[in-house]
């Protein structure tokens, strides 16, 4: 894909509210380059919302595995030691 199909593309997922992950799985570019086209386009309030949503969602998934792994490692302590 040529780089100027590959801006349109990206500009056009950009707008109906895609993340720079979700685009980045379908248009191979570099995050900065993708960051640098992109900076001008603007999201609706319900595209802001989904976005901080996925976050909030990523944020919760690596609170509860540090947990599972601090919980494991906690096991494995008092079961070398105990």
Known sequence: MLKIEEKIKALELR???LTYKEILKQVPVAKSTLSLWLR???LSKT???RITQKQIKASQRGGDTRIQLGLKLSLYLVGSFG
Do not use: D, F, M
Request: aromatic share 0%; glycine share 22%; no cysteine.
């Open 15 to 17: 707008r109906k509210g």
């Open 40 to 42: 001008e386009v603007g």
């Open 47 to 49: 595209q802001k919302q």
